[in-house]
């Protein structure tokens, strides 16, 4: 199944030369995850594998999951159920819309219900589900976001794929890594599966009441570690989906400069952030930093009209 998506090779570790980190002399590198699989991109494929390999050992009809009209999630997951053969049905929240996300879920063969917002917040409730499983008998549901325990699990390798390349960019070591955090199971597994000595900085692309923290703190329950070693910052700026002038100025930018794309929701807020933190001195001379580039792009077409 693997060889359906991304050749593991195309994952490069790259330096990036921006200005404000030149200055204070702080080290930067981004790891590509956007350069995986053209429609099951970033770190979609690492939360998904597990998920997908489940459902064919339990010869599911077909994969259900939960999104928004945008969501890099419900893109990968249509796009992944098309080429296995796999029915997909999305629960979309809010009114119905024709957004380039939903346009292409649509020509995936996804099953579009749109639910309100009182009915998208049910999702939470064991009730809720109970009426999708009537719905659609022997459907595999997939968590919100491809989390939980096995969307962690797919991301174990992704500390590993920063470790063999570091010689590639002339570094031996390197201090911290920065990622941009929505349900959390990305964070989680990579904590699961680097060092202990590496600090992992999550950015949250949420609102704290979304309590990610929490999500967090429960996942970390179920993997077999002694140290954790992470913590969280809050990049959700306006609010979740929203992109400010400021923020849209800086990606604009960053890709001039530099050539690498990235979108307003998630990896666009996370180096802001990081890139502000820079400047106000809290991350010392020195210092090596890996940020990951969970990708995305998919969804920046709306503001970008691209």
Request: hydrophobic share 40%; with cysteine.
């Amino acid at each position: 199944m693997d060889k359906l998506f991304f050749v593991l090779d195309k994952v490069v570790l790259n330096r990036l030369n921006l200005p404000v980190f030149d200055k204070a002399g702080v080290e930067l590198a981004v790891l590509r995850l956007d350069k995986t699989d053209y429609l099951i991109s970033g770190n979609k494929w690492f939360k998904l594998q597990y998920h997908l390999h489940k459902a064919i050992d339990q010869k599911a009809k077909g994969l259900l999951s939960v999104g928004g009209a945008h969501s890099n999630h419900l893109h990968s997951l249509a796009a992944a159920g098309q080429r296995l053969g796999f029915a997909t049905v999305g629960l979309i929240r809010g009114n119905p819309v024709q957004t380039p996300t939903v346009v292409d879920l649509q020509d995936f063969g996804m099953t579009l219900h749109w639910l309100s917002y009182g009915e998208f917040r049910r999702r939470y409730q064991d009730a809720f589900w109970q009426e999708w499983v009537e719905c659609y008998p022997d459907y595999y549901f997939v968590p919100e976001g491809g989390g939980g325990l096995l969307g962690a699990q797919g991301c174990k390798i992704i500390p590993q794929m920063i470790k063999q390349q570091l010689l590639t960019i002339g570094w031996d070591d390197f201090d911290s890594i920065y990622l941009s955090v929505g349900t959390g199971s990305t964070l989680v597994g990579i904590i699961w599966g680097k060092e202990n000595r590496h600090q992992v900085v999550g950015c949250l692309a949420v609102p704290d009441c979304y309590r990610v923290d929490k999500q967090i703190e429960d996942l970390l329950d179920e993997i077999p570690i002694k140290i954790a070693n992470y913590q969280l910052q809050s990049a959700a700026r306006k609010g979740f989906g929203q992109a400010d002038p400021e923020l849209l100025d800086f990606i604009n930018e960053v890709e001039k400069t530099t050539g690498l794309p990235l979108d307003p929701v998630y990896t666009g807020k996370t180096l802001f952030f990081l890139q502000q933190q820079v400047q106000a001195g809290h991350i010392a001379k020195g210092t090596r930093i890996v940020f990951i580039h969970t990708g995305g792009l998919q969804g920046r077409r709306v503001l970008f009209d691209s």
